[in-house]
């Protein structure tokens, strides 16, 4: 009689992004370009190595670092690294839902635009939270709760809603308070449960570094850092 396996497909600590806290570290395969892309010392630049997640099929091994106005991105798959500045970004995306997340550099390559993306596990927001803060010109410990104190966010948007209310926070990473914003909502009926509604939610905030919105539905928030 044949016994069954079992195969575990929940995700594991390996399939996390991890800190690369020595030059040693990196990879064979991203480690030449690395050296011929650094600009003075490892300890300038931080660097993040994620592992291709066998949980996502989409997903795929790559490595990140910044540093000095750069940022250094290379794939497993292509072998290419990207390198830009970060003069040439004009807009920066986050989004989240469930156990997937992701950052999207949008940047100017001459007179296109091109997309750069960093999926990751949101366990690991602590190693993305700093890069996203840099990628928009601050400190990498910045906190926008902590930048909220001073200058608070309109109660309005409380009453109009809670969901876009606590997600509003990220705005101050474009400028020190708002007051004025524009929220729209809207009900929607899922197709096979006509009897079931859900709030799709959107809020446009200017601030003084730029242009936030926020995109709410379901399990999924997009937050989008339009620069300038």
Known sequence: MSKT??????????EWPVRIWEIEEIPDLFAEEVRLWMQGPFQAYDFVYAPKRRTNPDSYTYLFGYGKDQIFFM???NGRPIRISRRQIVEVS???ELLNAKI???YQDGKSEKALEFPYVPSVY???DPFLNWLLGLEKKFTPAVAEQENPRPLRLYEDSLVMFNYSLGAYRLGNGFKDYSYKSRQRRC???PWKKDMEEWLE?????GQFRLHCFKYLTECTYQIG
Do not use: A, C, F, N
């Open 104 to 106: 999207t550099v949008h």
């Open 5 to 14: 396996q079992i195969v575990d497909s929940s995700p594991t600590l390996k």
């Open 191 to 193: 197709k096979w449960m």
């Open 94 to 96: 986050t989004e989240r």
């Open 205 to 209: 905030v200017p601030m003084e570094r």
């Open 126 to 128: 602590y190693l993305y």
């Open 75 to 77: 794939k497993e798959k």
